[in-house]
């Protein structure tokens, strides 16, 4: 069945750089729709990064020039490079996974991991 597991996540200073990363199985990523979502506190959840089967990535305003989604293949995981944190990028980050380009384009993802925490300070 389908898996995603989350790790990377933790405390940084404004200015500091993370690098969550999303361990699938069950599926292959590369033929898979995936994303990062972040849900900060009392707000609701956003996405933040993407990147298509295709390889071509999209960015939430707040993230582009400072996040990197990349996905390994061989390792079948997914990462998002955060440099130049701050303060309201903390909350926690979910890893997602669809196999629908229609939904993707939705945002409507179909499989989830459990998320890992960043706090910027």
């Known amino acids: 069945h389908v898996q995603l597991v989350e790790s990377g996540g933790g405390s940084v200073q404004a200015g500091g750089s993370l690098r969550p990363s999303c361990a699938a199985s069950g599926f292959t990523v590369s033929t898979y729709c995936m994303a990062w979502f972040r849900q900060a506190p009392g707000k609701e959840r956003e996405a933040v990064a993407a990147v298509v089967t295709d390889g071509i990535k999209s960015y939430t305003h707040s993230a582009r020039g400072r996040f990197t989604i990349s996905k390994d293949d061989a390792k079948n995981t997914l990462y998002l490079q955060m440099n130049s944190l701050k303060p309201e990028d903390t909350g926690m980050y979910y890893c997602?996974?669809?196999?629908?380009?229609?939904?993707?384009?939705?945002?409507?993802?179909?499989?989830w991991g459990q998320g890992t925490q960043v706090t910027v300070s």
């Open positions: 997602a996974a669809e196999s629908s380009p229609l939904r993707c384009t939705r945002e409507d993802f179909g499989y």
